[in-house]
């Protein structure tokens, strides 16, 4: 499938079915720090998917495959960790394929008033190595608002990273995507 800025996009649960497309996201070395560590690929794989389709509910949250007319995953969307104040941990991941034509952007800017409204988290919260400034770019056409640097937050192979640190309020002008995006 040819994928534009203006295909349109649904979301749906993680299915058990879905391991090819997250072995597919894990083979990308950038994307190694998205997934729990193991000793293979598909141990891997399988580990982040039982992680992710056991993301059906509050407190521990939600996780919703992106995906377009073949139903395959484009890219992942989570809110987790939602605690008892409503605040939420945004995260998010595209497979190569999908990257640069705001598929993560659109589908976030659609689940953000289902994350307010329905699942009723007053805050989101997200944060991103300041070394990858696409995500940035995604989480401000979502409707996030940058807060600040986090120093040294993260360390991976024994190099610290900042990071930028992103959250929006329930009561926050609403997001539009700029696609069809369904729920």
């Known amino acids: 499938m040819d994928l534009t800025r203006s295909t349109p996009l649904h979301l749906r649960p993680w299915r058990t079915g879905d391991f090819g497309a997250v072995l597919e996201a894990l083979a990308s070395p950038d994307m ?3 997934f729990p560590s193991g000793e293979t690929a598909e141990a891997r794989a399988e580990q982040w998917l039982g992680w992710a389709t056991g993301l059906i509910a509050r407190p521990a949250g939600f996780a919703f495959a992106v995906c377009a007319d073949d139903d395959e995953p484009l ?17 998010y991941w595209t497979t190569c394929r999908a990257r640069g034509l705001g598929i993560a952007a659109d589908a976030l ?8 409204d329905e699942a009723g988290v007053w805050r989101l919260e997200l944060g991103h190595r300041l070394n990858n400034p696409a995500s940035g770019r995604i989480a401000e056409r979502a409707g996030f608002l940058r807060e600040g640097v986090e120093r ?24 539009k995507a700029r696609r069809t995006v369904e729920l």
């Open 109 to 116: 800017a659609a689940l953000v008033p289902w994350l307010h």
């Open 32 to 34: 190694d720090r998205q």
């Open 75 to 91: 890219a992942n969307l989570a809110a987790t960790a939602i605690d008892r104040h409503d605040v939420g941990w945004v995260s």
């Open 152 to 175: 040294a937050k993260l360390k991976y192979e024994g190099r610290r990273y900042d990071t930028a640190r992103w959250a929006r309020l329930a009561d926050d002008p609403r997001p």
